[in-house]
């Protein structure tokens, strides 16, 4: 097995990945493939490398020109497949729509595998490529007889390139130090006071920027999030109730991931109704994305865990709720 017999599995991998999940729309339990939109072109690249390296596969080395072009595009598709997964993130957070539809049908979408293998097997092409390139001149100056022989071993050396680099931008990429949790309850007990300000004070465009973007897309958009709460406002007062009150219950379950927060918080609130106070509790998911700066919410009201789920695929599994 040589290098070249590598990079054809790296050209199979992102091959499949044109066949594989790149968007999923949970709530109408709707899949987007990668061949319906870029994963052909993507699938194409691999497809032209994968023939040529099988038409040469007689020969152990591959041609320097083929070799820099195959290294070139597999890197390219790995930051295409890293740009893309980087853009899905943030149109989680910042996708908006006034039409209901769209808002309804789009709630909760999240990436899917099929971007990762893109990026896994373009880098895995890429590095090959490198490795490839790069070797003869790096070990003829240690031995002469490796040169000989690399072609023939290069999987383990190949091997632990690629282990060593992909362990390498983990740490690099990844923010492991966890703020303590008295900080967090801190930081949430801030915003919810905002929030609950916001609220009581009926500045409902204020209130719905603490909502999550995934739950105004539930509700239809922010303008039918603000005309339901307007309604709601409406209903209190024919009922001749006020919310007199809302603050934080309790801070129940905290869970960190990188530079993401989630926890489970209960509040408590207090309605005036025809002059008698009552009290109801609610339990809300606190997110935040940038390490405690800023929080949004997500009710969890009725809804099982299974449908919190299927609705916020980003919930952290360990979240006790």
């Given at each position: ?255 960190q991931m990188d530079g993401s927060i989630q926890a489970v918080i209960s509040q408590i609130v207090t309605y005036d109704v025809s002059g008698e106070e009552k009290n109801e509790m609610q339990k809300l998911i606190a997110i935040s994305e940038d390490r405690g700066k800023s929080w949004k919410y997500i009710n969890i009201g009725s809804k099982s865990k299974d449908e919190i789920f299927r609705l916020f695929p980003f919930i952290n599994p360990k979240l006790a709720f």
């Amino acid at each position: 097995m040589t290098v070249k017999h590598l990079m054809i599995i790296f050209a199979v991998l992102g091959i499949t990945a044109t066949f594989m999940p790149w968007l999923h729309y949970p709530k109408g339990d709707a899949v987007f493939y990668g061949y319906i939109g870029d994963g052909l072109v993507t699938g194409l690249v691999f497809f032209i490398w994968l023939v040529y390296l099988l038409f040469t596969i007689k020969q152990n080395t591959v041609a320097k020109i083929p070799n820099i072009l195959i290294g070139l595009s597999g890197f390219f598709l790995a930051f295409i497949a890293y740009s893309k997964i980087i853009n899905i993130k943030i149109e989680k957070l910042e996708f908006s729509t006034e039409n209901p539809l769209i808002a309804l049908a789009t709630a909760g979408f999240h990436e899917g595998t099929g971007v990762y293998i893109l990026g896994i097997a373009g880098l895995g092409l890429g590095i090959s490529a490198l490795f490839s390139f790069t070797s003869p001149f790096i070990f003829k100056k240690l031995n002469g007889n490796i040169e000989k022989s690399f072609h023939s071993k290069s999987p383990v050396w190949v091997t632990i390139l690629l282990f060593v680099a992909c362990v390498g931008c983990y740490f690099l990429l990844k923010n492991t130090e966890n703020i303590a949790d008295d900080e967090i309850k801190v930081a949430i007990t801030t915003s919810v006071a905002s929030m609950s300000h916001a609220f009581e004070k009926g500045k409902y465009e204020d209130f719905v920027s603490f909502m999550h973007p995934t739950m105004i897309q539930s509700f239809g958009g922010r303008q039918k999030t603000l005309e339901l709460l307007n309604a709601t406002n409406q209903s209190f007062i024919n009922q001749d109730t006020k919310i007199k009150d809302v603050r934080l219950g309790d801070v129940l379950d905290i869970q960190q991931m990188d530079g993401s927060i989630q926890a489970v918080i209960s509040q408590i609130v207090t309605y005036d109704v025809s002059g008698e106070e009552k009290n109801e509790m609610q339990k809300l998911i606190a997110i935040s994305e940038d390490r405690g700066k800023s929080w949004k919410y997500i009710n969890i009201g009725s809804k099982s865990k299974d449908e919190i789920f299927r609705l916020f695929p980003f919930i952290n599994p360990k979240l006790a709720f």
